[in-house]
């Protein structure tokens, strides 16, 4: 969450003369976050392993979101218009915004302008399910390591979390930013296809030896996550001739590629790699950032 909270903070307009970062940024943190979501999501999903047996983490997992289409759909929120609503699963009005929007307010929420209600994607209510997808990567991982007679259970089940999602999602839409359970299944799902086929492939032709990128990058993904963030920042913050760094060196690809859209990936594969560098210097080191 600390992490969450400084890549919030580290920003300064240096464009503008009379930046208030104290009123413009601290005074206005945005409590939530994908770095604070993960953070929260983490913890109650020890805890939750801590005080029920393994057995029953399928269980659990389901019954929270089951119990989040509950509160979604029956329970009903009012505007400040007086106006009531329930059982709806749109931007901006949802029981998960209106919770969202009274309890940390507008000025702390990503979405601060949507309306009725100002709400966040990594928000309060919807924390419910996404601690449901945690545990059912628990589930995955707990089986597909320590159970290896049963991988193919596994990935019948998690495609059958596929066709569900999609069965339901012409009810309850499939949605990231709600974090809607019909999202936790089909995304859990092909997940756990992904990690089931790249660890078959893995223990047949070894696809993973040391150094590959994906490993590089794996083992230090909050890592890479916060250097891409602070460069990121750094590159619109930091202005020659009035210009921002970004430009500098966005422009220069535009001169050889004239597809603005061909540019654009150019632009975004070499940012990759320069995030990608420090990492590979960290795994060739040793050094692992665990958080």
């Known amino acids: 969450m600390l992490l969450g909270w400084f890549l919030y903070l580290f920003w300064f307009n240096f464009a503008v003369p009379d930046f208030d970062w104290i009123n413009d940024r601290l005074a206005t943190l945005r409590y939530l976050g994908v770095l604070q979501r993960l953070g929260i999501v983490y913890l109650l999903t020890v805890l939750l392993m801590c005080t029920i047996p393994p057995r029953r983490y399928f ?18 929120y009012s505007a400040a218009d007086g106006q009531t609503y329930q059982g709806l699963w749109l931007h901006g009005n949802s029981l998960a915004a209106y919770l969202d929007n ?11 302008d949507a309306s009725p209600f100002a709400f966040d994607p990594e928000g309060l209510l919807s924390t419910v399910p996404a601690v449901s997808s945690c545990l059912l990567g628990v589930v995955a991982g707990r089986y597909l390591i320590t159970e290896k007679r049963r991988t193919v259970q596994v990935l019948i089940v998690a495609l059958a979390g596929i066709v569900i999602g999609v069965t339901l999602s012409a009810w309850v839409p499939v949605n990231k930013v709600l974090w809607t359970p019909t999202f936790v299944l089909v995304t859990s799902g092909i997940l756990v296809c992904l990690l089931w086929a790249f660890m078959a492939m893995d223990s047949r032709v070894s696809l993973f030896k040391p150094g590959h990128p994906l490993l590089v990058a794996g083992t230090n993904s909050i890592a890479l996550y916060m250097i891409a963030g602070v460069l990121a920042r750094l590159l619109l913050m930091i202005r020659v001739d ?20 061909l540019a654009s990936l150019c632009f975004a594969l070499l940012f990759c ?19």
Do not use: E, N
């Open 59 to 76: 269980i659990v997992a389901i019954g929270l979101l089951v119990a989040y289409w509950l509160l979604m759909r029956f329970v009903p």
């Open 102 to 112: 009274l309890i940390l307010g507008a000025s702390h929420l990503y979405y601060a």
């Open 242 to 261: 009035g210009a921002t760094v970004k430009y500098w060196l966005y422009q220069p690809i535009t001169q050889f590629i004239g597809d603005p859209k």
């Open 273 to 291: 790699l320069i995030c990608y560098l420090p990492l590979l210097w960290m795994y060739r080191r040793g050094i692992f950032w665990r958080v």
